[in-house]
Nanobody, 126 residues
Framework: QVQLVESGGGLVQSGGSLRLSCAASGFTFNWRAVGWFRQAPGKEPEGVSCISMGDGSTSYADFAKDRFTISGDLAKGTVSLQMNTLSAVDTAVYTC???????????????????WGQGTQVTVSS
């Protein structure tokens, strides 16, 4: 079965860190873009970061730069999102998604991604 499986969400105190993982099942990440998106209650989904698995290039939303790091392992079929210095505003459901091709200038548009995981809750207590 072709699917993405996330793990690593949870409850963390403000200033803390979490590492999210996204695993491919039934396919590989070869020549694909893998993005992380988040959606807080009452808000629209927003792009967090994207990695092009073909060359390892990455893109970040402004709020994620200097705090979040995306990385990928083709052999393991996983993409991780290391999140540091978390605050309450980072509380959201985080979901990974993938599409064929690299992360382009529209990487933060959710509609451009075809396969989505189930999402994992990240809650940051202040």
């Amino acid at each position: 079965q072709v699917q993405l499986v996330e793990s690593g969400g949870g409850l963390v105190q403000s200033g803390g860190s979490l590492r999210l993982s996204c695993a491919a099942s039934g396919f590989t990440f070869n020549w694909r873009a893998v993005g992380w998106f988040r959606q807080a209650p009452g808000k629209e989904p927003e792009g967090v970061s994207c990695i092009s698995m073909g060359d390892g290039s990455t893109s970040y939303a402004d709020f994620a730069k200097d705090r979040f790091t995306i990385s990928g392992d083709l052999a393991k079929g996983t993409v991780s999102l290391q999140m540091n210095t978390l605050s309450a505003v980072d509380t959201a459901v985080y979901t990974c998604a993938t599409k064929v091709g690299p992360c382009d200038s529209n990487w933060d548009l959710a509609a451009s991604f075809r396969l989505w995981g189930q999402g994992t809750q990240v809650t940051v207590s202040s």
